[in-house]
């Protein structure tokens, strides 16, 4: 069973991501960045995502 702290740590990295995919998307909306830009955004958060869910299963184990 996760311990709280990885519980939190796991949920605010999904959440974190989460918002990062839509300011990504708010920001091609305005003209502010291209989408490339806004894919290499949204890429980084949810490999960040990625790496700490096998993290903290790792931890887990």
């Given at each position: 069973?996760k311990t709280?702290?990885?519980?939190?740590?796991?949920?605010?990295?999904?959440?974190t991501?989460?918002v990062?995919?839509?300011?990504?998307?708010?920001?091609?909306?305005?003209?502010?960045?291209?989408?490339?830009?806004?894919?290499?955004r949204?890429?980084a958060?949810?490999?960040?995502?990625?790496?700490s869910?096998?993290?903290?299963?790792?931890?887990?184990?």
């Amino acid at each position: 069973m996760k311990t709280l702290p990885v519980r939190v740590l796991g949920r605010i990295f999904m959440i974190t991501a989460y918002v990062m995919f839509l300011a990504a998307l708010v920001r091609v909306d305005l003209g502010l960045i291209n989408h490339v830009q806004a894919g290499i955004r949204v890429t980084a958060w949810l490999t960040l995502t990625v790496i700490s869910a096998v993290v903290s299963d790792a931890i887990e184990l």
